[in-house]
């Protein structure tokens, strides 16, 4: 199956969020907070919150969390179809003095 996702990429991974909502399925999400605005918003779409240890496609983890959990000497790496809210070093696009450094650093190469 292939079909196209918000960023214009093609994908043809039947685990791809996108995908699973295209052909009926559920997107599996798990957090390690509780907001009910977050589990609110998730259900109303139908998605299916896990447990630990379940399979997953999004993860909506603290700042914290996921750099701990998704440091290189942990080990774990997201696999295709799986999205989390952070990324590491976030904060490089994030604040705006960041931003200026890193666009400045770019124009100089």
């Known amino acids: 199956m292939e079909s196209r996702n918000r960023y214009g990429?093609?994908?043809?991974?039947?685990?791809d969020p996108y995908?699973?909502?295209?052909?009926?399925?559920k997107i599996r999400w798990k957090t390690?907070?509780?907001?009910v605005c977050l589990s609110s918003?998730?259900?109303?779409?139908?998605?299916?919150?896990?447990?630990?240890g379940e399979?997953?496609?999004?993860?909506?983890a603290s700042v914290s969390s996921a750099k701990m959990v998704f440091n290189g000497d942990f080990g774990y790496r997201l696999s295709d179809g799986q999205m989390i809210n952070h990324f590491p070093?976030?904060?490089?696009?994030?604040?705006k003095d960041?931003?200026?450094?890193?666009i400045k650093r770019y124009r100089k190469e």
Do not use: C
């Open 41 to 52: 918003n998730f259900e109303r779409r139908g998605w299916h919150r896990v447990s630990e």
């Open 98 to 102: 960041m931003m200026v450094k890193n």
């Open 89 to 95: 070093n976030h904060y490089e696009l994030t604040r």
């Open 55 to 60: 399979p997953w496609n999004i993860y909506w």
């Open 32 to 35: 390690d907070m509780e907001k």
């Open 9 to 15: 990429k093609t994908s043809q991974n039947p685990a």
């Open 19 to 25: 995908n699973v909502l295209k052909s009926g399925g």
